[in-house]
């Protein structure tokens, strides 16, 4: 075994939320500016593993029970993936310390992004070979036993660290965006990716053919959106975000704070603006005509009561 150091990205997604989870294609994208982490060390004064979750101050070993619910899905994971390897694990002293600039529950992936740091650390550090796809089919194994029925949309983006064209049970389409500038504005309200999923899901029930219609034409503009961004089309990819808000808000998964700071970028000057994953709360995400923009919207996001803002840079990463 040896020390390792990974990381992984935060995710926002473009288009297509929810109507991802019913089969329609969606469009997300890497943060590659505000990461998780994951180091390991051995560290022979220990008598066995040990979690250093730093952001919650927290230490603990696998063997402990009733440890906090902050902590369980980390432990939960690491046994997991550690049944996945061919090496007596647990019987090596090592330390793993975890942190993230990821806020958590905001609809950017912090829970895939720990998930798949946690993967590559253990794997790197037992020198076992792993592609992007084989850490994403163990990330997304990870998401479902946490959220229930997820897409898969999240791990994927993050696993794969590239802008892509997603749809469940078809390959995932890599996109080459031109250069373009998104601002993630934060309301500071955590949700419950599932909670909303699953409130999704009784509505949808309750009112077939509507939803039906509706995702049908949010897995029409995640298509054309992305055209829009591999041609630069920045016009039209705004217009397509207002568009696809207008539909999350017909679907009742926006919320009033989001709606307010989408208000607050499209004054000052955003071409279009929309909730970002799972939403009623959470993060929105906007787009800029320009760097120097999406630093004056980032600005007025934070004045109107975002808890924090973000400039990301979008451009096609090397996997
Ligand atoms: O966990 P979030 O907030 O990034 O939401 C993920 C996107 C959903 O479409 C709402 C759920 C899914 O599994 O695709």
């Known amino acids: 075994m040896k020390s390792v150091s990974v990381s992984a990205p935060a995710k926002i997604i473009l288009f297509g939320e929810h109507a991802v989870v019913y089969g329609q294609p969606a469009v997300a994208a890497p943060v590659s500016d505000l990461r998780a982490f994951a180091e390991i060390k051995i560290d022979r004064k220990l008598d066995s593993p040990k979690i250093l979750a730093n952001d919650l101050n927290l230490e603990f070993s696998l063997s402990e029970r009733n440890l906090p619910d902050s902590i369980k899905y980390i432990a939960q994971s690491i046994r997991f993936i550690t049944q996945k390897l061919n090496e007596p694990l647990l019987e090596i002293p090592w330390r793993l310390t975890l942190w993230s600039q990821i806020p958590i529950a905001r609809g950017l992936g912090s829970s895939a992004a720990i998930n798949v740091v946690l993967i590559k650390a253990l794997f790197s550090a037992t020198e076992t070979q792993y592609t992007p796809y084989a850490l994403n089919e163990i990330a997304f194994e990870l998401e479902k036993l946490y959220?229930?029925?997820?897409?898969?949309?999240?791990?994927?983006?993050?696993?794969?660290?590239q802008p892509i064209l997603f749809q469940k049970r078809e390959k995932v389409k890599f996109l080459d965006p031109q250069e373009l500038y998104f601002i993630i504005g934060d309301t500071g309200i955590g949700k419950k990716t599932a909670l909303v999923v699953k409130e999704v899901a009784a509505r949808y029930q309750a009112n077939n053919s509507l939803?039906?219609?509706?995702?049908?034409?949010?897995g029409e503009i995640a298509r054309e959106g992305a055209k829009s961004l591999e041609a630069g089309n920045k016009e039209n990819l705004g217009k397509l975000m207002d568009q696809n808000q207008h539909l999350l808000q017909q679907i009742n998964v926006s919320c009033s704070e989001l709606d307010h700071l989408i208000d607050v970028a499209k004054k000052k000057g955003a071409l279009g603006a929309k909730l970002c994953g799972a939403g009623k709360g959470g993060c929105m995400v906007a787009l800029a005509g320009n760097h120097?923009?999406?630093q004056l919207i980032a600005t007025a996001l934070k004045e109107a009561g975002a808890i924090n803002s973000y400039v990301s840079k979008l451009k096609k990463e090397v996997c």
């Open 147 to 161: 959220h229930g029925r997820p897409s898969g949309i999240d791990n994927t983006v993050i696993s794969l660290e």
């Open 211 to 218: 939803y039906n219609e509706i995702f049908q034409v949010i």
């Open 292 to 294: 120097r923009q999406a």
